[in-house]
């Protein structure tokens, strides 16, 4: 159980254009799911917590215009890269947790590597 | 500020050893610490959990000790495999929603 994806696993644009990452829960309900980025031999770093219904939290930094994000059910996230750069290119993990206990594990998507020419 | 810090980047031990990965944090007072395993190309996975309360949880070959007076966590893994080699984090919470902070992880190599 606690199945997460990801879809793409990988994508290659051109700049300028829009990428969209698809992050589902599949055998659970998930409110809140975490998207991520990391770079090559780097931490984990978090960008947004997103909540279904509600408007995602973006961390300090992390431009918001720029990453739109979508949680439109309990079981859907998105993730929609705008105007993609070549500086955007990494690799995009998004995490959920079932339910709300404060001690929930994340259970994290299998990544999506872009890569922006 | 609050810091989350793996005490080296690479570990790498001969299979059948105990191998012991750090997690040292600053300015935190954590109610809980999780580690992971991250594969390359790979999102992580969940291994364990370890509330304040807690000095020790053991999973199979796994341990974790939790030391909130040093404000160390250290995971041991017994009778090492070559399967084992993978990168761990240690995440800790941060804020609300189960917000979780990673450190860098240490990549463990097995060697047969």
């Known amino acids: 159980g606690a199945v997460v994806s990801q879809h793409p696993s990988w994508v290659i644009c051109k700049s300028g254009t829009s990428v969209k990452i698809e992050c589902r829960s599949l055998?659970?309900?998930?409110?809140?799911m975490f998207w991520y980025r990391q770079f090559p031999k780097q931490s984990l770093m978090l960008m947004a917590t997103?909540?279904?219904?509600?408007?995602?939290?973006?961390e300090q930094g992390v431009e918001k215009d720029k990453f739109l994000i979508n949680h439109a059910s309990l079981t859907l996230s998105t993730l929609t890269v705008t105007s993609a750069h070549p500086e955007d290119s990494s690799f995009y993990i998004c995490?959920?947790?079932?339910?709300?206990?404060?001690?929930?594990?994340?259970?994290f998507g299998p990544g999506t590597r872009l890569t922006v020419l | 500020s609050q810091k989350i810090e793996q005490n080296s980047e690479a570990l790498n031990i001969q299979e059948g050893k105990t191998a012991t990965l750090t997690c040292n944090y600053t300015?935190?007072?954590?109610?809980?610490l999780q580690w992971y395993r991250q594969d390359p190309g790979r999102g992580p996975v969940f291994l364990l959990l370890?509330?304040?309360?807690?000095k020790e949880k053991r999973k199979e070959r796994l341990k974790v000790t939790f030391d909130t007076t040093l404000k160390q966590s250290l995971f041991h893994i017994t009778a090492s495999q070559p399967a084992d080699s993978a990168t761990y984090l240690c995440?800790?919470?941060?804020?609300?929603?189960?917000?979780?902070?990673f450190g860098k992880g240490i990549t463990l190599s097995v060697r047969p």
């Open positions: 370890i509330r304040e309360n807690e």
């Open positions: 995440a800790l919470p941060t804020g609300a929603n189960s917000k979780l902070t």
């Open positions: 995490s959920a947790i079932p339910g709300t206990s404060g001690y929930n594990e994340q259970f």
């Open positions: 055998d659970f309900q998930a409110t809140t």
């Open positions: 997103s909540n279904e219904g509600s408007k995602a939290t973006y």
């Open positions: 300015n935190y007072s954590p109610a809980y």
